[in-house]
C-alpha cells in the first residue's frame, strides 16, 4: 500500500538554473517531521530538501524535482562540487545517531525512489548521503544507518529495471 504523500512546497530553491538529476543525497534532519517542515517553508532559512520522510513513511514534497532544492551547501561528489545542481535532496525526519531509520521509512524512500529510478537510469554509484558529500562539516547520516540503507537500495534496484 502506497504511504501517504503530502506536498509543502518551500520557497527556498532555483527554478530556473540547469539542472541534472544524477541521483540522489541523503540526509536525516535531526528535528521532527512538523519541525523539519516548518523550517523549510521558512524563506529566512534558506534550506530545503526535494523530500522528507516521517517515521511512519508519510512523505512530504517541499520542492519538485524540476527544481533544484538548497539542501547539500558547500559539497562534491564524485570530483563534481556543488551537489545540488546534480543531485535530488531526500531526507528522514529524525537523528540516525538517536534512533535507527524505520521500516516504514526504508520502504517509502523506495517507493519514492522507484519511478525516479526508472525514469533516470539511475545505479547505486550515485547514491551518497550528506556526510560523504560534505565530510568535516556534516554528519548524516550515521555511518551505520547509511550502510543498512544502502544494502537496501542494492538489493531493490541492483537487477536492472
Ligand atoms: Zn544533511
Same mark, same amino acid.
Request: glycine share 6%; hydrophobic share 40%; with cysteine.
Given at each position: 500500500?502506497? %504511504?501517504?504523500?503530502?506536498?509543502?512546497?518551500?520557497?527556498?530553491? #532555483?527554478?530556473?538554473?540547469?539542472?541534472? /538529476?544524477?541521483?540522489?543525497? %541523503?540526509?536525516?534532519?535531526?528535528?521532527? $517531521?512538523?519541525?523539519?517542515?516548518?523550517?523549510?517553508?521558512?524563506?529566512?532559512?534558506?534550506?530545503?530538501?526535494?523530500?522528507?520522510?516521517?517515521?511512519?513513511?508519510? /512523505?512530504?514534497?517541499?520542492?519538485?524535482?524540476?527544481?533544484?532544492?538548497?539542501?547539500?551547501?558547500?559539497?562534491? $561528489? +564524485?570530483? +563534481?562540487?556543488?551537489? @545540488?545542481? $546534480?543531485?535530488?535532496?531526500?531526507? $528522514?525526519?529524525? #537523528?540516525?545517531?538517536?534512533?535507527?531509520?524505520?521500516?516504514?521509512?526504508?520502504?517509502?524512500?523506495?517507493?519514492?525512489?522507484?519511478? /525516479?529510478?526508472?525514469?533516470?537510469?539511475?545505479?547505486?554509484?550515485?547514491?551518497? #548521503?550528506?556526510?560523504?558529500?560534505?565530510?568535516? /562539516?556534516?554528519? #548524516?547520516?550515521?555511518?551505520?544507518?547509511?550502510?543498512?540503507?544502502?544494502?537496501?537500495?542494492? @538489493?531493490? %534496484?541492483?537487477?536492472?529495471?
Amino acid at each position: 500500500m502506497p %504511504f501517504a504523500e503530502i506536498t509543502r512546497l518551500s520557497p527556498n530553491c #532555483d527554478g530556473s538554473v540547469p539542472h541534472e /538529476r544524477l541521483g540522489v543525497v %541523503f540526509h536525516h534532519s535531526v528535528i521532527s $517531521f512538523d519541525e523539519t517542515i516548518a523550517l523549510m517553508t521558512d524563506p529566512a532559512r534558506k534550506v530545503s530538501y526535494h523530500c522528507l520522510i516521517a517515521p511512519d513513511g508519510t /512523505r512530504c514534497t517541499l520542492v519538485p524535482d524540476e527544481k533544484v532544492a538548497w539542501h547539500a551547501g558547500v559539497s562534491s $561528489f +564524485r570530483g +563534481r562540487p556543488g551537489c @545540488n545542481a $546534480f543531485l535530488l535532496g531526500l531526507s $528522514f525526519a529524525g #537523528d540516525t545517531y538517536a534512533a535507527p531509520l524505520t521500516d516504514a521509512q526504508l520502504a517509502s524512500a523506495l517507493e519514492w525512489l522507484a519511478p /525516479r529510478w526508472r525514469q533516470h537510469h539511475w545505479s547505486l554509484d550515485w547514491m551518497t #548521503d550528506h556526510r560523504q558529500v560534505a565530510p568535516g /562539516r556534516k554528519d #548524516d547520516l550515521n555511518p551505520v544507518e547509511w550502510t543498512r540503507l544502502y544494502a537496501v537500495l542494492g @538489493n531493490k %534496484f541492483s537487477q536492472a529495471m
